[in-house]
T-cell receptor
């Protein structure tokens, strides 16, 4: 069964703690993305990776870090430098489609809460 | 820079009534346009997409959208709404101009369906 999985579904962070959100896909997609969703603000891009061992900052990268050691996996670490981490985090991967008709598909999300 | 405006934060319709959700975009070239739907606590599901060609595109669940370049709009429509359509709807604009197909999202429209 192909798709994008995110874990955990809920994650709690204590002050000063780094936490890592998992994103895995078995769709053989090269590109993957991390978005943050806050109520009333839509989705904002944190980081993206177009190929293994390469990634770029999005619009709100401060306080976050990523790695892309495997094609299937794109974990996101929320560091202690992110002062307002409470949000819904969505991972996506990109289907190249036919003739440059690229489309992003999303995982089920992880809700991060601060204790 | 590209941007998307969804002017209606909340919309309420009766079951069986028609629906139109508005989306206006700003982009310098021909945009790639998408509509996604999100149920509470879930990821985003792709409803439909426009890249080129026929300006009226059909999607899943009976939805359609029309691209109007002169109005910079990509409004989503459904002739008869079902109670299960209650969700949040996001319009997005993207480009493949070496930027990794980053998407810019609107802030969403929350749809409530009255029985």
């Amino acid at each position: 069964d192909g798709g994008i999985t995110q874990s955990p579904k809920y994650l709690f962070r204590k002050e000063g703690q780094n936490v890592t959100l998992s994103c895995e896909q078995n769709l053989n997609h090269d590109a993957m993305y991390w978005y943050r969703q806050d109520p009333g603000q839509g989705l904002r891009l944190i980081y993206y990776s177009q190929i293994v061992n390469d990634f770029q900052k999005g619009d709100i990268a401060e306080g976050y870090s990523v790695s892309r050691e495997k094609k299937e996996s794109f974990p996101l670490t929320v560091t202690s430098a992110q002062k307002n981490p409470t949000a819904f985090y969505l991972c996506a991967s990109r289907d190249p489609g036919q003739g440059n008709q690229e489309t992003q598909y999303f995982g089920p999300g992880t809700r991060l809460l601060v204790l | 820079a590209q941007s998307v405006t969804q002017p209606d934060i909340h919309i309420t319709v009766s079951e069986g009534a028609s629906l139109e959700l508005r989306c206006n975009y700003s982009y310098g070239a021909t945009p790639y346009l998408f509509w996604y739907v999100q149920s509470p606590g879930q990821g985003l599901q792709l409803l439909l997409k426009y890249f080129s060609g026929d300006t009226l595109v059909q999607g899943i669940k009976g939805f359609e959208a029309e691209f109007k370049r002169s109005q910079s709009s990509f409004n989503l429509r459904k002739p008869s709404v079902h109670w299960s359509d209650a969700a949040e709807y996001f319009c997005a604009v993207g480009a493949a101009t070496g930027g990794g197909n980053k998407l810019t999202f609107g802030t969403g429209t929350q749809l409530k369906v009255e029985l």
